[in-house]
């Protein structure tokens, strides 16, 4: 896929990988107007095309307490306005078919949960509305076998299809990042590593996922050392009291350092 075709991604002339970053779900409208602001003024400053991610609603929770959403329509909304108010894309990912056309209505990336990511009728539905979509690697899939979920997308008639990994199960209760995965997923299309996500602890006996945050620029400069085309992470100004993903999520506060020391690796990295 071209980068060009997502509507106001800017910053494309500076060879710089792009980030998808954002809450891991949609909380209210001040909290997502004050992470995208602090993020667009970050990647302004650094050259660095941004696009604002958040979670509609979150449907693979491990209990059936754990927080799901403010409603759909009412988190969709605050996604369109931080798209308008900030002139920035904006991605959310969906789960059920219906659920396609609906949010391809208010955003411009529809993500594919790594869970679901072989069900071909979702990643159809996802495709025929023209918008890009971001498959996200399931954790028990290898890298060779995305190429099949980008061909589904192509052959529904979108060559907008980008894959995120976000790691892989390592026994029951943790992911690891093969890095030999993405030159052989860019060999099928734009490549985003998922920092945060592929740090997780799933399968907590408590039914919350824990995650090892202070592995965040460890993974990431790997990422960015080994070619990725963009990352991913999800962050947040109170992760501790974050409603979903809080475990594994980047403090918003220590971001501007990471994606300054981040930038400067990439730079060295297109100098060799």
Not at 84 to 104: K, R, W, Y
Not at 107 to 134: E, M, S, Y
Request: glycine share 8%; net charge negative.
């Amino acid at each position: 896929m071209q980068l060009e075709n997502i509507p106001n991604l800017k910053h494309l002339d500076a060879n710089n990988f792009f980030l998808l970053a954002g809450p891991c779900a949609i909380e209210g409208e001040e909290m997502a107007l004050r992470i995208a602001e602090k993020v667009v003024d970050i990647t302004s400053k650094l050259n660095i095309p941004y696009v604002f991610k958040g979670s509609f609603k979150k449907a693979n929770r491990s209990r059936i307490d754990s927080f799901t959403g403010i409603g759909n329509e009412k988190a969709l909304k605050i996604l369109r306005k931080v798209g308008e108010t900030f002139e920035v894309p904006t991605v959310t990912d969906i789960h059920e078919n219906e659920d396609a056309a609906l949010a391809a209505e208010y955003v411009d990336i529809l993500q594919i949960p790594a869970f679901l990511v072989r069900q071909t009728d979702l990643v159809v539905a996802a495709a025929k509305t023209g918008k890009t979509v971001n498959l996200k690697k399931g954790q028990f899939m290898s890298p060779e076998a995305m190429q099949h979920a980008v061909k589904k997308v192509n052959d529904s008639g979108n060559k907008n299809a980008m894959i995120t990994d976000r790691g892989t199960m390592f026994g029951y209760q943790d992911m690891i990042v093969d890095f030999r995965g993405i030159p052989t997923m860019k060999q099928y299309g734009t490549t985003v590593l998922d920092v945060t996500h592929s740090l997780q602890q799933p399968n907590q006996s408590s039914g919350v996922t824990g995650g090892r945050p202070d592995m965040i620029e460890t993974i990431a400069r790997a990422g960015v050392v080994t070619g990725v085309d963009g990352l991913f992470m999800e962050t947040h100004f109170d992760p501790a009291n974050a409603k979903s993903d809080g475990a594994n999520m980047l403090h918003l506060d220590h971001l501007e350092k990471l994606l300054s020391n981040l930038v400067a690796i990439r730079q060295t990295v297109n100098q060799l």
